[in-house]
């Protein structure tokens, strides 16, 4: 079973700028997409941003275009999301995750979509 084991998260003030990290326990970002989703209290998990196997594709929520930057590293097997200009509603439960179907050709923004899942890490900004 693939372990994603996230890590970067922290309390950060607003406008300020925090990376996170995912590191898989097996070569899976080669051929699988996978996504960075967040979820704060009483909200459902959204996807903010993905990136797809293969060609690398990139898809950014509306609210975090501009400000938030997905990489990956698959010789690291590692994915990284860059936040900048991190703003309240900023703060949340950060989870990366992979999709279920191999070589998939789009990015979901579906949770149900994705089978692995990391432990979440805590994001907080704060005025």
């Excluded at 070569?27 to 996978?34: A, C, H, L, P, Q």
């Excluded at 950060?94 to 805590?122: K, M, N």
Aim: proline residues 2%; contains cysteine; charged residues 20%.
């Amino acid at each position: 079973q693939v372990q994603l084991v996230e890590s970067g998260g922290g309390l950060v003030q607003a406008g300020g700028s925090l990376t996170l990290s995912c590191v898989a326990s097996e070569d899976i970002f080669r051929t699988y997409s996978m996504g960075w989703f967040r979820q704060a209290p009483g909200t459902d998990r959204e996807c903010v941003a993905g990136v797809k196997w293969g060609d690398g594709w990139k898809f950014y929520a509306d609210d975090v275009q501009g400000r938030f930057v997905i990489s990956k590293n698959v010789a690291k097997d590692t994915v990284n999301l860059q936040m900048n200009n991190l703003k309240l509603e900023d703060t949340a439960v950060y989870y990366c995750a992979t999709e279920r179907s191999e070589f998939s050709p789009l990015i979901s923004h579906v949770p149900r979509d994705y089978e692995y899942w990391g432990q979440g890490i805590q994001v907080t900004v704060s005025s």
